[in-house]
């Protein structure tokens, strides 16, 4: 019975599902059995997609996400169905419900976000005429459930790098040296030091990255393909997965970790950030000596390859469906890329490798297995 289902579901779902309770088991074994500690920050996934939504300009994103979805409608036209009365209370008030409860949370939303708010309610509450409301619920819950222990997977795995003392940074410049005559990550330091303004736009824009994935989550759920939603699900899912693997074979600190003395201008240009490495490194450094204790979500230092830019390249893959959102992603995506070499998170070879694995990871779950032609 079992198998028989497992069997009937896509190739993808059948691949999360196997490796996410393989790596379930195996994160859960190494947290019990190593000298982690206990406690683990179950909610601190919920905690930094909450700190996005009611961030200041998120609403203002949004409005654009939903225009983009409603400017570009999906294959088959818009729908046209009469609202029931039940549905239509339900919608309302949920989404009523869900404006007043973010503009009495946000302390940081400008008057841009308050003007936008009610565009955005609007159109989002056109996009629940169709929806089946109890499903879509049931739907953003399971999201939430496979976001959080991917995120534990993914922690636990990565608060083990170094632990064995094999860092490879040396490999990475080296390799930066022989194609471009000098590390590259020197070069862009010297530059960045030179240019405040951009070191500054960075220690905003990298943190955009929670903001950006729900607003594309936004803009599938606006455009109401729900295949298209649990692909994105999936494969964000399955790239948190292989990425947490994929850093031991070239386990490395990044250049920041390794040569701190190049972006000590972060100390005085990007506060926010250099506040947010030294606790990461804080965390990485008494993981590796057994002295942690609590395990805070994605609370561990690694570069190869870059998740950021991976994750960045798997949100710009599933805004193509419109122009404008692909216009806005793209801006996501290329501003993120300057972000995590200036700010020093990263090597060229970290983003070039972070792409190849979104690559990677979006055709394993775009897979379809070949139609079987019965021949008479």
């Known amino acids: 019975m079992l198998s028989s289902r497992l069997k009937s579901m896509p190739p993808a779902a059948q691949l999360l599902l196997i490796l996410g309770a393989v790596l379930l088991l195996a994160a859960a074994g190494i ?4 000298d982690l500690p206990r406690q683990y920050s179950w909610s601190r996934t919920l905690e930094l997609f909450w700190q996005a939504i009611i961030d200041a300009y998120f609403m203002v994103m949004a409005l654009i996400v939903l225009l983009a979805a409603r400017l570009q409608a999906p294959p088959g036209g818009t729908t046209t169905t009469p609202w029931r009365l039940s549905h239509f209370l339900f919608a309302g008030t949920l989404t009523v419900g869900v404006a007043c409860l973010l503009l009495s949370a946000s302390t940081s939303y400008t008057v841009w976000d308050r003007a936008s708010i009610i565009p955005v309610a609007l159109l989002l509450l056109h996009s629940l005429r169709d929806r089946d409301l109890p499903v879509a619920l049931l739907g953003l819950s399971s999201t939430v459930c496979i976001l959080m222990l991917v995120s534990y997977v993914f922690t636990v795995f990565k608060s083990q790098l170094f632990v064995t003392g094999i860092i490879l940074d040396e490999w990475l410049i080296a390799g930066e040296r022989m194609i471009f005559g000098q590390p590259l990550y020197l070069t862009i330091a010297r530059w960045a030091e030179r240019n405040p303004l951009v070191v500054h736009l960075s220690d905003w824009v990298y943190y955009l990255f929670f903001h950006h994935m729900a607003l594309v989550a936004l803009f599938l759920f606006a455009r109401g393909e729900q295949g298209e939603q649990w692909r994105y699900v999936a494969t964000l899912s399955l790239c948190y997965l292989l990425g947490g693997l994929s850093y031991y074979l070239f386990p490395a ?4 970790y390794y040569d701190p003395g190049a972006f000590a ?3 005085t240009g990007a506060v926010f950030t250099a506040d947010i490495q030294s606790f990461l490194w804080q965390a990485t450094n008494a993981s590796m000596h057994g002295t942690l204790t ?3 979500t994605f609370a561990f230092i690694a ?5 950021h830019m991976a ?3 798997i949100m710009f893959f599933y805004s193509r469906r419109a122009p404008l959102m692909l216009v806005f992603s793209g801006l996501f995506w290329c501003s993120s890329i300057v972000a995590v070499l200036v700010l020093g998170w990263h090597y060229l070879f970290d983003v070039v490798g972070g792409v190849v694995l979104a690559g990677i990871v979006i055709a394993a779950v775009r897979y379809r297995r070949p139609a079987v032609i019965v021949q008479d």
């Open 294 to 296: 609590e395990i805070d």
């Open 265 to 267: 201008y972060l100390k």
């Open 311 to 313: 994750h960045e390249s």
């Open 253 to 256: 600190f990044g250049p920041v």
């Open 303 to 307: 570069c190869m390859p870059s998740l």
């Open 31 to 34: 947290h019990t059995s190593s």
